[in-house]
């Protein structure tokens, strides 16, 4: 046996297995390893149906012609694409967006209005840092998109949240919200709204209510951040024919900085995104990004650059909506028949999500386990908020797998709900709190493959 | 044919995986630094062909929770005839399942704490709120809620007070079939890693834990920095010897090879008492056993590489 000769007195501290775990900044202080993050390893594994993910079918894509272009691009302007290149971004692509993607959203830009940044991702963060101190409330909807929120974090942002109805975020509520920050003596930095196919929300704003919101930004003086990753991939209601809601930034080009991205009508992994923003704040987005990344990737830049001008791409677009149409059936009409009463749940005309409100009691998050151990995932809506609510709710998203194995993700969740519900029958139904044990994880660093 | 090369398992679908993957990687590049030829792979249903096909010399399972832990994976691997370092499938079996361990072990005389653990079932049949004022009279409180079976501290909860009860339970019954309340001991919490070479069964030095949270839970398990850790453990020596005799005994007991981590806390009175013992030991950068083969001056490549070569010899016995 081996034995210690250690004296009590001798030794006053320890090892905390980290050299700068005192260097760190104070915001880095919640960046800690979470339980419910180590379930969506888990969920990694192709036993599981994962309803969480936000990953684009990127199988669906003609990928021998996408090897072809990318092939020709490099023998032809591989010099340009393998180089650096402007902060800005590649101006062909600039133009590709100002005149071509844009226009079904209503969005009539100039190319310099653009800044191509490595996913909306980026351009997100890039106007949080141009805009917020830390301390500086953003007003953001109930719930909000996760990587959004992570960003507000980061930049110490005071998020408030601001209620939702079926046509998403509610003006009335919005106004009421701004009058109490403004009550505190203080003025709110951003709005930040998803007014197409919501993430997680799966509503989408009409035009009076876009028009309502606007004037609402308008009258306060308060910039108006709108993120649009889904606005082309409608396909139900008033999309059915391949229309897009128009966006709020098509009525108010100095309101309104617009975000975009290729990441679900082309590919999530080019990365390529961008930024449509009065000039002002477009000329220090383009500064904020060079001191960041220099410049975005010029090979995923051109290569979009190049698949919209030679692929067609318009078609490839018909292509994710009727996919995604049939995957939004699959998993509305496997909830309507396999859920447990008292479940409710939204039906997105576009996008890749449906929010879900379990009966009263359940918690979310509290679940995940069980549903992991059950062999299916989703993001319990927790994830969503920035101040631990949200356990009544969950994110489902079927934009991933196929219908079949949405299905029997769905029937494997109702076994699931059924199961915990049988347990708060036996410890008793409290009322949905507020969660308590690291609610803030997913918001803090979410998952990339949650986005 | 057998070659050398060394076979290390991770990964899994307990909920354990991301902990495994971790220490899958660390441990192959130990044992790689020793010169040993290393292959990291997942379980999945193509392990056994695998296994069949081109078989390591050596399997190093780093599962962690029902898989890794639970003797079944090690059943399939003595069926197929494959040597592999750690307790055989009965030991997991006899360590698994924390009640009858901990019944088993204090019936050897060791310490641990006064505890129950009932299926749902029971609770349903018996009506919850009558059982858990019953089991919180008699364990009182604070007490520690957790599944019967799994590690990490998943699932884990201190109830201080009994309205919190009812969520820690459907937060451990989240983890596993079967729940454990456990009466709540303050004191020094300190783990014991021991190493069985086939000679001699040893304690490596006690590593003292101290979050910064309220408990040993996993985000400070997995959080470097969040844990301040002495090893030795700021202990008398008589009570450190006592903790490393503890351990032995208790591997012994449950019929434990190879390696193990005994959990333990030294309350005020300097009394000892086992809290688990643990047959997968985590082994990441922030996990116990590495600091203990670290702070007996051994290297943590050269240590994993002699359980190698102990089970391959015991394979071919």
Known sequence: MTGSTSDPTAVTQGDRLDHWVSSYATRARSMTASEIRSLFAVASRPEVVSLAGGMPFVQALQADAFADMVASLIRDRGAVALQYGSGQGDVRLREQIASEIMAPVGIAAHPDDVVVTTGSQMALDLVVRVFCDPGDVVLVEAPSYVGALGVFRAYECD????????????????????????????????????????????????????????????????????????????????????????????????????????????????????????????????????????????????????????????????????????????????????????????????????????????????????????????????????????????????????????????????????????????????????????????????????? | MTNSRVLVLAGGLSPERDVSIRSGRRVAEALRDNGVEVEVRDVDDSLLTSLRTDPPSCVVPLLHGAAGEDGALRDVLDALGVAYVGSSADGCRAAFDKPSSSARLRDKGITVPRSVALPHAAFRELGAAAVLEAFTRSLGLPLVVKPSKGGSALGVSVVRDASELPTAMVGAFAYGDTVMLEEYIDGTEIAVCVIDDGIEVSALPAVEICPDGPFYDYQSRYTAGSTEFFVPARLDDTI???????????????????????????????????????????????????????????????????LVDVARTRAHA
């Open chain 1, 159 to 451: 998020v408030v949240h601001v209620a939702m109805d079926d046509e998403g975020l509610n003006p009335v509520a919005l106004e009421e919200a701004i009058a109490r920050v403004i009550a505190s003596g203080r003025r709110p930095k951003l709005i930040y709204t998803i007014p197409s196919f919501h993430n997680p929300a799966g509503v989408t704003q009409g035009p009076k209510r876009r028009s309502d919101v606007l004037s609402v930004a308008q009258k306060h003086g308060i910039l108006l951040l709108e993120d649009d990753p889904y606005g082309l991939l409608g396909f139900d209601g008033p999309y059915v024919d391949g229309s897009a809601p128009r966006a709020i930034r098509a009525d108010d080009a100095d309101g309104v900085v617009y975000l975009g991205s290729f990441s679900k009508t082309i590919a999530s992994g080019l990365r390529v995104g961008w930024a449509v923003a009065p000039h002002g704040v477009r000329e220090k987005l383009v500064l904020a990004a060079e001191s960041a990344v220099l410049c975005p990737s010029n090979f995923s830049q051109l290569t979009v650059s190049q698949y919209l001008a030679t692929q067609p791409w318009t078609e490839q677009i018909k292509i994710f909506r009727e996919l995604y149409r049939e995957r939004r059936d699959a998993l509305i009409d496997s909830l309507a028949t396999l859920m447990p009463e008292g479940m409710h749940w939204t039906v997105p005309q576009g996008g890749f999500y449906s929010w879900v409100t379990l009966p009263e009691g359940l918690d979310s998050r509290a679940m995940l386990p069980r549903a992991v151990a059950a062999l299916v995932a989703y993001v319990p809506g927790t994830g969503f908020f920035v101040d631990g609510s949200g356990t009544e709710y969950m994110r489902l998203s079927y934009c991933y797998p196929e219908p079949e194995r949405i299905r029997e993700g769905v029937r494997r969740l109702a076994g699931v709900i059924e199961g915990e519900l049988d347990l708060l029958n036996t410890f008793g139904r409290t009322p949905n709190a507020i969660s308590t044990k690291g609610s803030n994880d997913l918001v803090q660093t979410p998952p990339t493959n949650l986005a």
């Open chain 2, 240 to 306: 450190l010897a006592e903790a490393q005799r503890i351990a032995i005994t208790a591997h012994t007991e449950l019929g434990l090879r190879d390696l193990s981590r005994a959990d333990l806390i030294v309350d005020v009175s300097g009394r000892v008492v086992l809290l688990e013992m643990c047959v997968a030991p985590g082994m990441t950068e922030t996990s116990l056993f590495p600091q203990a083969v670290s702070a007996a001056g051994r290297d943590l490549g050269a240590v994993v590489s002699s």
